[in-house]
């Protein structure tokens, strides 16, 4: 007896683990964030995997500052890219804070905290910090000071980044509208109805606004809100990646990986067809020198010859999903991937120059060939 | 697993996941679209647990009978004898040791998939509500058209986890508890064996403290999809094998522990 029930209670204790394992592997998709690489003055700024905003020199990957510092915790994650303007950093925490770091040594100036998290990126101008968080609110900050000069209340989250232009702030909401407000008073212009979630950045080009809503591209005028396209471009998936406009062609990609290539006067595409990477696309197409560069998904890194719509090279998988969008300077590329490294590539051959360990804050030289 | 995910997903995850947003869009609530779908999944599954419940039941019954009584009395001393006893005993009355786990196991990966379900659509994390889109149907565009989900329910933000900060919200993880509690109290079986009784006990103390523990971390929505399930399954479980071991505690260990002490007694003396 005592031999059977003991298997028995063996096998409960298997299932009672096993089920805990599960369970708690359950809970979706870890925080990580998705945060973009910057860089300015040879210093290349990013919110990492690991909770924490980090400061490196370009030329060797060297750590020039960490924020929060070492020892004390980290935020939850980072979903906005840092802002550098006027040698401050601006970097919003998914912790609902938004602070202001001096952008060389990394010393706090001042912080302010919003009553929820904050995954939009703000933007700097004249002086003044606009920043979303899913109060739902957007905030206008004095940027020398941190004091609120205006606040205005939305309906639903904001997860996109926030856009400035002519006078003008646009602010894409989950609540399926984009919003464009006076940047001065916080007035509302006008709104949008999308016909879904906006989670892409609106981008304003010659006066017209670019954003999707769900898998539907949509274009309108910056002043008015109007269509300015007869209907809105079907991209067959959703599109969470910000519009990249570069020479009057608009790039784009989806979550069901294509990226796209349209005239962005009047939506058509401009590639046979559009190309199709492995998996999905939440990077933007960053573009220089004719070449786009983004992320994926499937771990890889691409860059694609943008005249043909051609892949010019793929990078071997990284250890993670690359959802945050690169930044190129003098010919590297710099891409943060959840396998909690930052990449330094060689933009020509997608070579690995260097990666930055966020484990140990340790620059690591690739293997060679990868 | 790279095989087995487009089973997964395909077969359990993405049938979930889509059927969880249709409820929500007919009913236009999360909480109750949680509630109604949790039921639906337990109508379905409910067939296995009935069977693993019966089982249960005969295989108790048995064990509180005059034979295996007899057995203990005869044979008590003989630890190996009484199990091939016992085994007999079983074979003789058609009842399968194995018959109470089984049929469990079957409706697990039901269950992981409603699990994941909920997590997915409540889209808590930015990165979940990304995901969302590679399991939606393109053929029911009203789905995607209705993410987010408004995660309000009857004053819960189903989205939050509790914190001390708002007290009212461990209202939640204390449900999770007791319901957790009950249901495993109700379902345990007494056993001769006081290591065994001993054994289920700490389970049952463990199973409980974990769900506990993870009710604590995991958003409100989930926990209300696991009170819902709890609460099924005490209904379920009253009306097979009544209120089971809920107001008592392992009662055959309790005899089988006095009567060794008896035996030890008399043989002191």
């Given at each position: 007896m005592f031999r059977i029930f003991s298997t028995r209670s063996a096998w409960a204790i298997v299932a009672l683990f096993a089920a805990a394992f599960v369970l708690s592997g359950c809970g979706g998709a870890p925080s990580l964030g998705w945060s973009s690489a910057t860089v300015t003055n040879q210093i290349v700024y990013f919110g990492g995997t690991n909770g924490r905003v980090y400061a490196l020199s370009t030329a060797d990957g060297a750590l020039k500052w960490q924020y929060p510092v070492k020892d004390s915790n980290p935020f939850v994650s980072v979903y906005a890219t840092p802002v550098i303007a006027e040698g401050v950093a601006y970097i919003a925490a998914h912790d609902a804070k938004v602070f202001a770091l001096d952008?060389?040594?990394?010393?706090?100036?001042?912080?302010?905290?919003?009553?929820?998290?904050?995954?939009?990126?703000?933007?700097?101008?004249?002086?003044?910090?606009?920043?979303?968080?899913?109060?739902?609110?957007?905030?206008?900050?004095?940027?020398?000071?941190?004091?609120?000069?205006?606040?205005?209340?939305?309906?639903?989250?904001?997860?996109?980044?926030?856009?400035?232009?002519?006078?003008?702030?646009?602010?894409?909401?989950?609540?399926?509208?984009?919003?464009?407000?006076?940047?001065?008073?916080?007035?509302?212009?006008?709104?949008?109805?999308?016909?879904?979630?906006?989670?892409?950045?609106?981008?304003?080009?010659?006066?017209?606004?670019?954003?999707?809503?769900?898998?539907?591209?949509?274009?309108?005028?910056?002043?008015?809100?109007?269509?300015?396209?007869?209907?809105?471009?079907?991209?067959?998936?959703?599109?969470?990646?910000?519009?990249?406009?570069?020479?009057?062609?608009?790039?784009?990609?989806?979550?069901?990986?294509?990226?796209?290539?349209?005239?962005?006067?009047?939506?058509?595409?401009?590639?046979?067809?559009?190309?199709?990477?492995?998996?999905?696309?939440?990077?933007?197409?960053?573009?220089?020198?004719?070449?786009?560069?983004?992320?994926?998904?499937?771990?890889?890194?691409?860059?694609?010859?943008?005249?043909?719509?051609?892949?010019?090279?793929?990078?071997?998988?990284?250890?993670g999903r690359i959802i945050a969008s690169p930044a190129i300077t003098e010919g590297v590329v710099y891409f943060v991937s959840h396998d909690r490294h930052l990449y330094a590539l060689n933009a020509a051959d997608g070579k690995t120059k260097w990666m930055f360990n966020l484990e140990n804050n340790t620059r690591v030289t690739p293997t060679p060939g990868r | 697993m790279e095989v087995f995910a487009p089973i997964w997903n395909n077969f359990i995850y993405n049938p979930m996941v889509?059927?969880?947003?249709?409820?929500?869009?007919?009913?236009?609530?999360?909480?109750?679209?949680?509630?109604?779908?949790?039921?639906?999944?337990?109508?379905?599954?409910?067939?296995?647990?009935?069977?693993?419940?019966?089982?249960?039941?005969?295989?108790?019954?048995?064990?509180?009978?005059?034979?295996?009584?007899?057995?203990?009395?005869?044979?008590?001393?003989?630890?190996?004898?009484?199990?091939?006893?016992?085994?007999?005993?079983?074979?003789?009355?058609?009842?399968?040791?194995?018959?109470?786990?089984?049929?469990?196991?079957?409706?697990?990966?039901?269950?992981?998939?409603?699990?994941?379900?909920?997590?997915?659509?409540?889209g808590a994390q930015p990165e979940q509500l990304m995901d969302l889109s590679k399991h939606l149907y393109a053929f029911a565009p009203q789905l995607a058209a209705a993410v987010p989900v408004r995660s309000e329910f009857i004053g819960f933000d189903l989205a939050a986890t509790p914190n001390f900060a708002a007290p009212l919200t461990l209202i939640i993880p204390a449900l999770v508890l007791a319901s957790t509690w009950v249901q495993q109290k109700m379902t345990i079986m007494p056993q001769a064996d006081p290591n065994m009784a001993s054994t289920n006990q700490t389970m049952q103390l463990m199973m409980t403290v974990m769900i506990g523990m993870f009710s604590l971390q995991f958003p409100i929505g989930l926990s209300l999809y696991w009170i819902v399930f709890g609460i099924v399954g005490i209904v379920q479980q009253y009306f097979t094998t009544g209120w089971g071991n809920l107001f008592g505690t392992a009662q055959l260990a309790t005899v089988a522990i006095n009567a060794n002490k008896g035996k030890k007694n008399v043989e002191r003396k």
């Open positions: 952008a060389v040594s990394g010393v706090k100036k001042w912080e302010f905290a919003t009553a929820k998290s904050i995954v939009s990126t703000p933007v700097v101008s004249g002086g003044v910090v606009y920043l979303a968080a899913n109060d739902p609110k957007v905030y206008a900050l004095d940027a020398a000071s941190g004091a609120k000069k205006w606040e205005f209340a939305l309906v639903g989250d904001v997860w996109a980044d926030l856009s400035l232009a002519d006078g003008m702030l646009y602010v894409a909401s989950l609540d399926h509208k984009v919003y464009a407000l006076d940047a001065a008073s916080g007035a509302k212009k006008w709104e949008f109805n999308a016909q879904g979630i906006v989670t892409t950045k609106p981008v304003v080009a010659q006066g017209i606004v670019y954003f999707a809503g769900l898998s539907q591209v949509y274009a309108l005028d910056a002043l008015t809100g109007q269509a300015r396209w007869d209907k809105p471009f079907d991209a067959g998936n959703w599109v969470w990646s910000n519009p990249t406009i570069v020479n009057n062609v608009m790039y784009l990609a989806t979550l069901g990986g294509h990226v796209h290539a349209l005239d962005p006067q009047t939506a058509k595409p401009l590639w046979s067809e559009p190309y199709k990477a492995a998996d999905a696309i939440r990077s933007a197409i960053v573009v220089d020198a004719g070449i786009g560069y983004f992320g994926s998904d499937d771990f890889r890194f691409y860059a694609l010859d943008l005249a043909t719509g051609k892949e010019k090279w793929r990078t071997l998988a990284t250890g | 889509n059927l969880l947003l249709y409820i929500y869009v007919f009913v236009g609530n999360y909480g109750l679209a949680i509630i109604i779908f949790t039921l639906f999944i337990r109508l379905i599954t409910g067939p296995f647990y009935a069977q693993q419940q019966k089982a249960m039941k005969k295989q108790q019954t048995l064990m509180q009978g005059k034979e295996w009584k007899e057995m203990q009395k005869k044979y008590g001393k003989e630890k190996e004898r009484l199990a091939q006893e016992q085994m007999k005993l079983y074979k003789e009355h058609g009842v399968n040791p194995l018959g109470g786990c089984l049929p469990a196991l079957i409706p697990w990966p039901v269950m992981i998939g409603l699990y994941q379900a909920v997590t997915m659509v409540m």
